[in-house]
């Protein structure tokens, strides 16, 4: 059974920081492309960030661009999210996902949502000002 496992969230005060972590289970897992996204209350779930199986293509939505980095460990099927300079608007609880196809070690990864097929439970990001 594939899963994935997401923690690190938490409150943290305007302008701090928070690493998520994302523990994945029972696939080749540096075949696939890894992805962030967010969704806050009352609001549609939003990509946030992206990485190919290698690691050497990665993607960000424009606003958090030079303040979050995704990255990933192969050898211990994780994928990261630091985010900096956090704020009140970013709060909303954190997905990562595995995308649905075993092509993207080498291939840019995808930033649709759809092509993202297993989700974790996601964990809550809370941002205080």
């Known amino acids: 059974q594939v899963q994935l496992a997401e923690s690190g969230g938490g409150l943290v005060q305007a302008g701090g920081s928070l690493r998520l972590s994302c523990a994945a289970s029972g696939r080749t897992f540096s075949n696939y492309a890894m992805g962030w996204f967010r969704q806050a209350p009352g609001k549609e779930r939003e990509f946030v960030a992206t990485?190919?199986?290698?690691?050497?293509?990665?993607y960000y939505r424009d606003s958090v661009k030079g303040r979050f980095t995704i990255s990933r460990d192969n050898a211990k099927n994780t994928v990261f999210l630091q985010m900096n300079s956090l704020k009140p608007e970013e709060t909303a609880v954190y997905y990562c996902?595995?995308?649905?196809?075993?092509?993207?070690?080498?291939?840019?990864?995808?930033?649709?949502?759809?092509?993202?097929?297993?989700w974790g439970q996601g964990t809550q990001v809370t941002v205080s000002s």
């Open positions: 996902a595995a995308g649905n196809s075993a092509t993207y070690y080498l291939r840019a990864p995808p930033r649709n949502s759809y092509e993202y097929e297993l």
């Open positions: 990485i190919n199986g290698n690691g050497a293509i990665t």
